[in-house]
């Protein structure tokens, strides 16, 4: 009797440690996993869903070709991708497809770049000639009846695919002015994205007859350094902003007083990308969300042409890009994640085990 108790009393001895030892690795377990979920959620939204997009506008045979190069450059060398916003028929004459037959020099440069991701190829209406009746124009589009509107920027598009080999699905009106006929035929032809001035449907970034819209935020020709990093801070911290930033700027920009190409415009871009990689808060992607990346020579993320995640993962009002949260830093986060856990299931498995063996090994001397 008194045998056995001395027996019990030294097993509970034996036994009680590893109980502990047993709880509280469960308890690290849950506590690990609480911690690392609360923890990448915070990182992920921190740094994952805004995005800056930069548009260049009236891309064409008849833009200034030195300054649209030095602009893409810029892009290339800070892998930052943009929206080229083309215009496909800028010339009064000739009527066939000015994109192919009155500058090569930009057709195999517009060719030489059409296979890099960090151009998207968007269409900036066709002629870009303000027809639109005073006051309410300028617009290439705005009053004008539906089939004028619709042959129109189907030529456009035709023209665009035929001398790139690239079907464009965003769709900018000039002048930022349009109409409801505008936005039916951008839609009826297959355009999955629309930007334009927030005026023309009272929306500033959502859904309308199931194309998506978007509002330019800022123009950088007309802003400082300091201006464009204010209202980006602005938006930045801002928790009912829209999840993208779109800045607006031309080739012309970039033109300065001698005709030469303006190289302290053209550092502005660069020095402004650097600041907003320097934020560590925004991604770069482009209109289409069809290539995403974080600058600094990395990828976030990429979708096909056209088959962006669109409001896949959020509220109605996010845009096409907020599927892109899986990128760069969310899949960084995401796996380490998954390590984190693993290594602490795995520990606390392969401890349990061992208490147990370690227990069954001693119950024959009991
Ligand atoms: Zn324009």
């Known amino acids: 009797m008194l045998q056995d108790k001395s027996n019990e009393i030294r097993r509970n001895a034996r036994v009680r440690p590893k109980i502990a030892l047993v709880c509280s690795l469960i308890l690290m377990l849950l506590f690990s996993m609480l911690f690392v979920c609360v923890g990448s959620g915070a990182t992920g939204y921190a740094q994952t869903n805004k995005y800056v997009i930069f548009r260049d506008d009236d891309v064409a045979p008849n833009a200034d070709f030195a300054e649209l190069q030095a602009v893409n450059q810029v892009h290339i060398d800070k892998n930052v ?182 190289t302290a415009e053209v550092k502005l871009l660069g020095d402004y990308i650097d600041y907003l990689q320097g934020t560590g808060r925004v991604q770069f992607t482009t209109l289409d969300g069809s290539w995403t990346t974080t600058g600094n020579g990395a990828v976030a993320s990429s979708s096909s042409q056209g088959a962006t995640t669109v409001g896949a993962t959020d509220a109605p009002n996010v845009g096409a890009n907020s599927g892109d949260i899986g990128g760069l830093n969310g899949g960084l986060v995401g796996s380490a994640v998954f390590v984190v856990l693993a290594a602490i299931l795995v520990f606390s498995l392969a401890s349990i085990l061992t208490i147990r063996l370690g227990k069954n090994k001693n119950r024959p001397k009991r």
């Open 81 to 262: 991708p943009v929206t080229l916003g083309i215009i496909p028929h800028p010339y009064p004459t000739p009527s066939g497809n000015q994109l192919l037959e009155v500058n090569h020099q930009f057709l195999d440069y517009m060719r030489s770049i059409d296979s890099n991701h960090l151009f998207q190829f968007a269409q900036h209406g066709n002629t870009h000639q303000n027809v639109a009746p005073s006051p309410q124009g300028p617009s290439e589009f705005y009053g004008r009846p539906y089939a004028a509107q619709y042959d129109a920027i189907k030529q456009g598009r035709n023209d665009i695919t035929q001398a790139f080999g690239v079907t464009p699905t965003s769709f900018l009106p000039p002048f930022d002015k349009s109409d409801n006929n505008t936005l039916k035929a951008a839609k009826a032809l297959g355009f999955t994205e629309y930007c334009t001035a927030f005026a023309d449907f009272n929306i500033n970034q959502g859904y309308r007859d199931g194309i998506k819209i978007d509002t330019i935020s800022i123009e950088l020709g007309n802003n400082s350094l300091q201006s464009m990093e204010n209202a980006t801070e602005q938006w930045l911290n801002n928790d009912r902003s829209t999840d993208t930033f779109i800045v607006l700027y031309h080739p012309a920009d970039f033109r300065g007083p001698d005709g030469a190409v303006n």
